[in-house]
């Protein structure tokens, strides 16, 4: 079967390699897509602590986030059976043709089960559990409530998807700021009340006129840079605010902490690249992708085949207007 490695620094090769065989508790999975996500950037780009690299020699294997086939399962399998659509924290690894998944879970993630079915009607590329339940998770930890001012830094894939499940017509203000107009304007049609870009206006200033002086009652962070988290902070009210920082920060910054005093409770709900419940918020996000909440064919804009997967990664870190996020699908 094939898979894809990273053999250097933004260099990929596909590779003929041996099918992997399942234990009695395993199950092969046909991958039938799998999401690029801002965080495998680390792994193309070897932009790991010298530890790290140490740990992770090359070539690596990439991709977290499947959603496939069953096409064999191990005589320990109760729930699961040849030809069930399955998504969710299946293996790592993943942009290959077949992963060997245990649905009891992963070691070293706690065995909790992070598998689920895919519903009928559900094609696999928007059925992505993984950063599905991640959203799930960040939804239900904003949770704003009547009247609340929020305030959102980022308009990528999990900016976007946060608006989706926290927009409501509840809120007072949904404010929302990112560096391109474009996505600031899918913002908008998603459900966002007011969108800032930093290189127009002073956004710091703009979110206490709205909110006359007072600052935010939620202020939600999704970027992963220094900048977005220092904003969150500067303008999260005094007293009772909630900051949720679900940024990916890949490298170390000094921050400001008298911003985080003034006593906001600071959250961080996705644990290293996950939900916080997966086996409620797997089932939770085909939930809602089935009932239209997630529009992934607005979110989901560019599939790939698996020989493109260098494209797939430079298209990621390019950042192109139209490009929301990709899939690779080696059946394609
Ligand atoms: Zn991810």
């Known amino acids: 079967m094939k898979a894809a490695f990273v053999v250097a620094p933004r260099k990929f090769e596909i590779m003929d390699i041996e099918m992997p065989t399942i234990t009695d508790d395993e199950m092969l999975v046909k991958v039938e897509a799998c999401g690029v996500c801002t965080s495998d950037m680390t792994t193309y780009l070897d932009t790991y602590s010298e530890e790290m690299k140490a740990r992770m020699k090359m070539p690596r294997r990439v991709g977290h986030e499947p959603a496939g086939t069953v096409v064999e399962v191990g005589k320990n399998i109760k729930d699961y059976k040849v030809g069930d659509r399955v998504t969710g924290i299946l293996g790592m690894g993943c942009f290959a043709e077949y992963i060997t998944c245990n649905p009891a879970g992963m070691p070293g993630m706690g065995r909790q089960p992070m598998v689920g079915k895919i519903p009928d009607g559900i094609p696999f590329e928007y059925a992505i559990g993984e950063p599905m ?17 929020v305030f959102q830094v980022g308009a990528g894939f999990m900016g976007l998807g946060v608006i989706c499940g926290v927009a409501s017509p509840k809120l007072k203000n949904y404010i929302v700021c990112d560096l391109e107009d474009w996505r600031l304007d899918i913002a908008k049609e998603l459900g966002a009340t007011t969108t800032l870009n930093p290189n127009k206006v002073n956004v710091a200033e703009e979110v206490m006129k709205i909110t006359e002086g007072k ?18 902070g500067e303008v999260i009210k005094n007293n009772r605010g909630k900051i949720v920082a679900v940024g990916w920060h890949q490298a170390p910054d000094t921050y400001e902490l008298y911003h985080w005093i003034k006593s906001p409770i600071i959250y961080s709900p996705q644990g290293i690249g996950m939900s916080i419940d997966p086996s409620s918020e797997l089932p939770r996000a085909m939930w809602a992708i089935q009932k239209g909440i997630y529009p992934m064919e607005k979110l989901i804009t560019h599939k790939y085949k698996l020989e493109d997967i ?11 207007k139209g490009y929301i996020k990709g899939v690779v699908m080696p059946f394609m």
């Open 133 to 149: 339940m991640c959203l799930m998770s960040i939804a239900r930890t904003a949770n704003p409530e009547l009247g609340d001012n």
């Open 215 to 232: 600052g935010v009652d939620v202020a939600i962070e999704v970027v992963g840079h220094p900048p977005g988290l220092k904003m969150v």
């Open 310 to 320: 260098g494209k797939a990664f430079e298209d990621n870190l390019g950042r192109t």
